[in-house]
Every structure is written in structure tokens, then in C-alpha cells.
T-cell receptor, first 112, second 117 residues
Framework: NAGVTQTPKFQVLKTGQSMTLQCAQDMNHNSMYWYRQDPGMGLRLIYY???????DKGEVPNGYNVSRLNKREFSLRLESAAPSQTSVYFC???????????FGQGTRLTVV | AQSVTQPDIHITVSEGASLELRCNYS??????LFWYVQSPGQGLQLLLK??????LVQGIKGFEAEFKRSQSSFNLRKPSVHWSDAAEYFCAVAQPGGGGGADGLTFGKGTHLIIQP
């Protein structure tokens, strides 16, 4: 019953450092998403992958890149971290595009 | 573009009392509608969803929601809250079928529910 698994759970980066957030789902879902959650802002979509082999920008894509490695895995990369990217990042998956999404436990990222 | 408004940032309810959380959406047609709950430090859990059909939908943990097309609303209700219901609640919408850059869910900013003993 793993569902959506994100690693790491916590990370502290210095400004300018890079890192990759990993996400894997074991529900055979076609669509995967990366959201960020900031206080008072709800969740905002960064990037999504409607199906294996495709990726598209969401509402707040600047400063991020993604890779849909295979059907199970969808990673988010910060090439040069900035303090404005301090946030909680959630990966989610859904059976098909725009149906109910299932969320991971989140990654709390702090950029100093 | 679709949008979701949750007018109440915080709501305080006594344990055992009834609850209604408000959600209004802006969308050209009938979207898919969702309510999620988030406990501190946790991910989001789906409470219920509406795609079509009966406008009163039942969810987990004793929650229900009613879709009102005329009011563009999808309010969440519970007849009697428990202390364990204290959490953040998010309403979300999605464009049926996605596509055209409209994949994924659009979330409201959330309502923080506080339960008084």
C-alpha cells in the first residue's frame, strides 16, 4: 500500500545549489503532478505529465525542470535553488488526466 | 481560467456541532469537484468527489458535499464534528478530460478547521 512515495522528506539547500526531488507511484497511474504548497496560497501546479513520455508546464514552472523517467517515476529538479523556492513540495498521481489525485507525504525544502 | 474560492480562512466549531465549509468555483462548464483534507505534516487525503449525477455526494469520515450549479458551489458538510476532524480542508476543481494546458487540479487556499472541546 505504498501509493505515492517521495524522497527526501526534508532538505536544506544553500542558494545556488541544485537538487532533484524523486517521486514514484505504484498504482499504475498515467498522470503525475508536482505541486508546491505555501502558507495561505493553497497548492499550485508546477509541472505535470499527462502520460508517460510527456511533460507540460503548470501555473508556476519557472526555476524547475521535470523528467518522466517511466510510468512510475516523475522527478522535479531545481537547477539553482533560490530562497523563493522554500516550500513544501507534493507529488501526486491520477489514473487519467484531471481525475482525482493521490498525494505523497511531501518534501519540506528550505533554501537559505 | 478556472479558479476556486474558499471564503473562510479559519472556522472554529464545537465538538459535536455541525459543520459547513464553503467552496465556490469559476468555470465555464461543470467541472469535476473535489474536497481534500490535510492533517499537520501530512499529505492530502481525498474526502469525496463529484463528476456528474446525484448532486449530493457522500465521502469518507462522515462527510458529504452538495453541488449547486446555480450557485457555482460545492459546500462540504458534516452533521457532528469530532476533535480528530481538526485539519486543513481544500476544495479543488478540474476540467473534465483535461488537455489544452488545463490538466491537474486547481485548489482553493484552504480552510483551517479548529475544534473546540
Amino acid at each position: 500500500n505504498a501509493g505515492v512515495t517521495q524522497t527526501p522528506k526534508f532538505q536544506v539547500l544553500k542558494t545556488g545549489q541544485s537538487m532533484t526531488l524523486q517521486c514514484a507511484q505504484d498504482m499504475n497511474h498515467n498522470s503525475m503532478y508536482w505541486y508546491r504548497q505555501d502558507p495561505g496560497m493553497g497548492l499550485r501546479l508546477i509541472y505535470y505529465s499527462a502520460s508517460e513520455g510527456t511533460t507540460d508546464k503548470g501555473e508556476v514552472p519557472n526555476g524547475y525542470n521535470v523528467s518522466r523517467l517511466n510510468k512510475r517515476e516523475f522527478s522535479l529538479r531545481l537547477e539553482s535553488a533560490a530562497p523563493s523556492q522554500t516550500s513544501v513540495y507534493f507529488c501526486a498521481s491520477s489514473p487519467t488526466r484531471s481525475t482525482e489525485a493521490f498525494f505523497g507525504q511531501g518534501t519540506r525544502l528550505t533554501v537559505v | 481560467a478556472q479558479s476556486v474560492t474558499q471564503p473562510d480562512i479559519h472556522i472554529t466549531v464545537s465538538e459535536g456541532a455541525s459543520l459547513e465549509l464553503r467552496c465556490n468555483y469559476s468555470y465555464g462548464a461543470t467541472p469535476y469537484l473535489f474536497w481534500y483534507v490535510q492533517s499537520p505534516g501530512q499529505g492530502l487525503q481525498l474526502l469525496l468527489k463529484y463528476f456528474s449525477g446525484d448532486t449530493l455526494v457522500q465521502g469518507i469520515k462522515g462527510f458529504e458535499a452538495e453541488f449547486k450549479r446555480s450557485q457555482s458551489s460545492f459546500n462540504l458538510r458534516k452533521p457532528s464534528v469530532h476533535w480528530s476532524d481538526a485539519a486543513e480542508y481544500f476544495c479543488a476543481v478540474a476540467q473534465p478530460g483535461g488537455g489544452g494546458g488545463a490538466d491537474g487540479l486547481t485548489f482553493g487556499k484552504g480552510t483551517h478547521l479548529i475544534i473546540q472541546p
